[in-house]
């Protein structure tokens, strides 16, 4: 019997990783540990510089030992991933947090309550309350051209920057994007079957086109 600390009045979501690695989310904005046969304990936090806010909690979590992917989900619809650093460093063992290391986050909606791996691609069944979401991953597209970086966050949402005016969007598209290209006066996003073209208006980014196109790879130079 082992006795850990941790918010009260909160139901625990707890993952055992090889009989001997217990994993705790009690509703706080960090993950506890429990390392049995040592009898060491540490915690992994939520970090702002990742993308996730002051005072956002963890509600569950579980791992994928044939990825070796520990996912936890949030009350403010992001999912936190670390991956499991094999082997040693400098000649010493690693050990402790040093075991993970942090992976980008997918954002969803809603307050997560639930998260599971399963089937034999190794998908990620979220349950967000109002629905269910199943992820698979996926390298996530990203595009520096002109001034403008465009990095994908999520299956169908980009963080678009304009370095040379300052302006930062959100672009929220109608499909799982498959690739990016970006230039000063447009951005282009697509799935492999349609092309969807956005530029700037004002403070957002407006839709100037989509069209028909199978391909998995696409450029622009000036207007065309």
């Known amino acids: 019997m082992v ?16 009989g001997s690695l217990l994993v705790m989310a009690i509703g706080e904005s960090v993950l506890r540990f429990w390392n049995l ?12 510089k990742f993308g996730f806010e002051k005072g956002e909690n963890i509600n569950c979590v579980c791992y994928c030992k044939a990825k070796g992917l520990l996912a936890a989900g949030t009350d403010k619809g992001r999912i936190a991933m670390w991956k499991r650093v ?24 809603g307050n997560i309550t639930q998260i599971k791996w399963g089937s034999r691609k ?13 992820l698979r991953e996926q390298a996530m597209s990203s595009h520096f051209h ?60 407006r839709n100037a086109g989509t069209f028909l196109c199978e391909s998995p790879v696409l450029a622009m130079h000036e207007e065309n």
């Open 3 to 18: 006795k850990l600390s941790g918010k009260t009045g909160v139901r625990a979501d707890i993952t055992l990783i090889e």
């Open 37 to 48: 046969e040592r009898g060491e304990n540490y915690i992994l936090s939520l970090s702002e």
């Open 86 to 109: 094999a082997g040693s460093v400098s000649t010493r063992e690693v050990e402790g947090k040093d075991t993970w290391t942090p992976q980008t986050l997918t954002e969803l909606e």
């Open 122 to 134: 190794n998908l990620l069944a979220v349950n967000n309350i109002s629905s269910v979401v199943i």
């Open 146 to 205: 002109q001034q403008v970086a465009s990095v994908q966050v999520s299956p169908n949402l980009l963080n678009v920057s304009f370095l040379s005016t300052g302006g930062v969007y959100s672009l929220r598209t109608d499909m799982h994007i498959g690739g990016v290209f970006a230039t000063k006066d447009a951005v282009a996003v697509w799935n492999g079957k349609h092309v969807a073209i956005f530029e700037p208006f004002g403070a957002t980014l």
